[in-house]
C-alpha cells in the first residue's frame, strides 16, 4: 500500500460503508426502484426540486445530534455522506454538458 493510499485508509473505509449503505442497505430498500442511480426517484426529485437533496443531507446531520447509539449516529451520517454525493452526481451532469 503506499503511503497516500494508507493516510486515507479511513476515509476510503467511510465511503464504502456509505456505497453498501446505498447498494445493500437502508438506502437500498426504500430507494431503490431497478433503475441506473441516475434515473432514480430521489435523483429525479433533486432534479426537479433544487436544495432537496442537500436539505436531506442537513436534516439527517440534524437528527443525528439528538440519536444516543453511536451505530444510529454512523447510519445516519452516513444517509448524509449519500445525499451530498447524489448532489454531486446532478452537478456533474452540469458540469459535463
Not at 433503475?35 to 433544487?50: A, D, K, S, V
Not at 439527517?60 to 448524509?80: N, T, V
Amino acid at each position: 500500500m503506499d503511503s497516500t493510499k494508507k493516510r486515507y485508509a479511513k476515509l476510503e473505509a467511510v465511503l464504502a460503508d456509505a456505497y453498501i449503505q446505498a447498494t445493500e442497505g437502508k438506502g437500498h430498500e426504500r430507494h431503490d426502484d431497478g433503475e441506473l442511480i441516475e434515473n432514480q426517484h430521489t435523483l429525479r426529485t433533486g432534479r426537479t426540486h433544487p436544495g432537496f437533496l442537500t436539505g436531506q443531507a442537513a436534516k439527517k446531520i440534524e437528527e443525528q445530534a439528538g440519536m444516543d447509539s453511536p451505530e444510529r449516529k454512523k447510519q445516519e451520517l452516513l444517509g448524509a455522506i449519500i445525499y451530498c454525493a447524489f448532489q454531486i452526481i446532478l452537478l456533474d451532469k452540469d458540469i459535463n454538458k
